[in-house]
């Protein structure tokens, strides 16, 4: 982790060094240093999933639409688009005069290149589960059109193309691993794995230029650090904020706290291919002994909801009647004796460091009920190996439980039910790490993606969230507000909900 320079020293000493220019009247350069609390994965946009990988690469890339300020769907390198009437073919209209950062100009064949490395199986991206399937084909109608055909209806494909996923990269980028090449009004400069990420503003952008001139990314898994990091003036933004930390931070009158309901939902993954947790009496026994209203209050500092679905109160499709598992020892007591576990068993969760607390906490609760629960805490690459591992690794391992957590956004459900919970999902190849099977649920997950009805689909997705809570794949926990924390010098910043930090309208006051 690098410890930069405070910004506004930085800027000092460029001032002494330089008054002539300022005599001209030349503005300082504005320079945003941001501190998040993961590393980005991959400069490649294709090869990633990970929310804080995207905020990095956010002011880099772009799509051919993508969401304002309202999260509504808006243009962006695409001008306009259509929909045929069976809803399978999507024609986007490409805007005229947009280059890489390369200086390859952006047209039809640019774009189809693009989605076709996404799909391309050899090249093995982690993105690309997310379109795989859907995706028939991507076709150049003309140099300023581009038409992509699904195999089916999917009501959700302009919320998937908004996202990460539909960003273009140039088609002479080569190996995106280490660098990247979009069209976003910032350039890529330096990425220094284990330290930060430098990008500048690009001249060349087809949009209107940006304030800043810079931003830089560095990250720490300490919570301390982050937020020291923002109290001292060291960096100007951290994201996301620790819970602990957010009223100190709203009492601080140099600081903005960036407070909003989020979408990341946090669950334990039960392994349902291992015994006892093959049982569902027994996963609602957990479900049953987990004080959620505790976790909140401990854990977030009540920046938070107990979680009484799959989905996040930010979901359209979220249902607020839902009440599966009151805090209920004593039920959950009930339900062990009856699956014959009434002298209780143990088991095993895998956890990261960021979340060890929660393990901590289910650890307490479920000794309640005779539950042995050994939380191994593991490093962020060992626990990812651990937790995407198949059946039969983790039946070797005899790994019962990972704790983690996920965010589709805000507005479309079948990104949370789809990756975690259909049998496609199974891990490795997705996040469906428990393995849970259920043809009702994948039967209704597809019939909900095919409505293009919003009520009727909404619906859908209700008794959806029924089956899940009702089979208890997973120990639901919370759903967090979206936390950051600014210098009250910074303005311009949002949130997306899931804690997608945009930077690039930022600018910084003197």
Request: proline share 6%.
């Amino acid at each position: 982790m690098v410890m930069f320079a405070k910004k506004k020293g930085l800027g000092r000493i460029a001032l002494a060094g330089a008054a002539s220019l300022l005599a001209l009247g030349a503005a300082e350069a504005q320079t945003l240093t941001v501190m998040q609390s993961e590393a980005p994965r991959s400069m490649d946009p294709a090869d990633q999933t990970a929310s804080f990988t995207q905020v990095v690469l956010a002011p880099m890339y772009e799509g051919l639409i993508e969401r304002n300020r309202e999260l509504e769907i808006v243009p962006a390198l695409a001008t306009e688009w259509e929909t045929s009437d069976d809803g399978l073919a999507w024609t986007f209209t490409l805007r005229e005069n947009v280059q890489f950062h390369d200086g390859t100009p952006l047209d039809a064949d640019a774009v189809t290149a693009s989605f076709e490395r996404l799909l391309n199986p050899e090249l093995g991206l982690a993105a690309a589960g997310k379109i795989t399937g859907l995706l028939e084909r991507v076709e150049a109608v003309d140099p300023s059109t581009v038409r992509f055909t699904l195999a089916r209806p999917y009501a959700g494909f302009a919320d998937l193309m908004a996202t990460s996923v539909g960003w273009v990269v140039s088609p002479a980028a080569g190996e995106l691993g280490t660098h990247a090449v979009g069209t976003g009004p910032f350039e890529f400069t330096e990425y220094q794995s284990g330290d930060h990420v430098t990008m500048q503003a690009f001249d060349g952008y087809w949009g209107d230029a940006p304030s800043l001139d810079e931003i830089v990314f560095t990250w720490s898994a300490e919570s301390s650090v982050l937020t020291m990091g923002v109290q001292s003036g060291e960096v100007d933004v951290v994201n996301p904020l620790p819970p602990v930390f957010a009223q100190a931070v709203s009492a601080n009158p140099d600081l903005t706290l960036i407070d909003q309901p989020g979408a990341f939902v946090f669950w334990v993954s039960l392994n349902v291919e291992l015994e006892p947790l093959d049982q569902k009496s027994v996963r609602q026994a957990l479900n049953y002994a987990t004080d959620r209203e505790a976790l909140v209050e401990a854990l977030l500092r009540g920046y938070g909801t107990p979680a009484n679905s799959p989905l996040a109160p930010t979901n359209p499709a979220w249902d607020e009647s839902l009440n599966p598992y009151p805090y209920d020892p004593e039920m959950a007591r009930s339900l062990l004796e009856d699956a014959g576990l009434g002298n209780g068993f143990s088991m095993s969760v895998a956890v990261q460091e960021p979340e060890a607390a929660i393990a901590e906490a289910l650890q307490a609760m479920w000794a309640e009920i005779g539950v042995d629960l050994e939380v191994r805490r593991l490093e962020s690459g060992v626990w990812s190996e651990a937790a995407f591992n198949g059946p039969e690794a983790k039946a070797e391992d005899d790994l019962g439980a990972v704790i983690a957590s996920w965010s589709s956004g805000s507005v479309n459900a079948d990104l949370q039910f789809r990756p975690l919970y259909t049998t496609g999902a199974w891990a490795p190849t997705g996040a469906n790490l428990g393995f849970f099977s259920s043809e009702e649920l994948d039967a209704l997950v597809d019939e909900a993606a095919a409505t293009l009805d919003a009520t009727q689909r909404n619906a859908l997705y209700v008794e959806a969230q029924e089956i899940v809570n009702e089979e208890a794949p997973h120990v639901l926990l919370y759903s967090t507000r979206d936390l950051a924390a600014a210098s009250s010098e910074v303005e311009g910043l949002w949130l997306q909900p899931g804690g997608l930090l945009m930077v690039e309208d930022a600018s910084i006051t003197e």
